[in-house]
């Protein structure tokens, strides 16, 4: 049997859950306020209550993003820190590669995923039945509507991610009767996911690290000042 601690960012906070082979034994979540102060007690909390040690897990895993900046750096570095403390291997997730696994639906032609990336910018991710690899990417979110209009003229579009929240009414107004929003709509990959896609990858020895980088997409804007004159 393998147990092993998973990490989760969501815009609401952090996740972790710990695992026995795909069995999930128990998560525990914390608003993103707190997650950076708890993540520690959040880790000795879940393993206490399923009577579980450090030394006990086979490796941990996380998912790199992309993400919310802050939160997403919260959890990889907090993830690189304790997998290095307990000589324990790391393996990363593609959050949008976990969104649209989970939630891929042959009766859809195509599916999107949007997270939202702030700054009228989205992150996403496309599922075309016709198209084995996923496009991913992250564009201004009124760029995305028209390209995506232009690429698929007369296919249905699943839409699904919290940038469905912010950017429906967009999203309404370019594809009208051809977009469809599922009931409840999903908002991001479950922790749940992220750990069957790990544990497939530990049962495969694939993609095992010391150190885990945040799969940021977008690169942060930096404001150059220019050097000051003496």
């Known amino acids: 049997m393998t147990k092993f601690l998973t990490f989760q960012h969501t815009h609401g906070g952090i996740e972790v859950a710990l695992f026995r082979d795909c069995e999930l034994l128990g998560k525990i979540f914390e608003d993103k306020k707190r997650s950076s102060k708890y993540f520690v007690s959040m880790i000795e909390s879940l393993l206490k209550k399923c009577n579980c040690e450090l030394g006990d897990l086979s490796f941990m895993a996380a998912n790199q993003g992309p993400g919310p900046f802050t939160t997403l750096r919260v959890v990889i570095a907090s993830a690189n820190g304790l997998a290095f403390s307990c000589n324990k291997p ?43 690899d996923y ?3 992250y564009k201004n979110i009124d760029l995305f509507l028209s390209d995506l209009k232009h690429s698929f003229k007369s296919d249905k579009i699943r839409f699904i991610g919290n940038g469905v929240l912010k950017y429906r009414e967009q999203i309404t107004d370019a594809f009208a009767d051809r977009a ?26 694939i993609d095992l690290s010391d150190q885990l980088f945040p799969l940021y997409l977008k690169s942060m804007a930096i404001k150059k000042v220019p050097p000051s004159s003496f």
């Open 180 to 205: 469809m929003f599922p009931e409840p709509l999903p908002l991001n990959c479950s922790i749940e996911q992220v750990g069957i896609m790990a544990y497939e990858k530990w049962e495969k020895q």
């Open 135 to 137: 496009e991913k990417g």
């Open 90 to 132: 790391l393996i990363g997730i593609d959050g949008l590669d976990a969104f649209l696994q989970e939630y891929h639906n042959e009766t859809c032609p195509v599916t999107v995923a949007l997270l939202d990336a702030y700054s009228k910018d989205v992150y996403f991710g496309i599922d075309y039945l016709q198209n084995p």
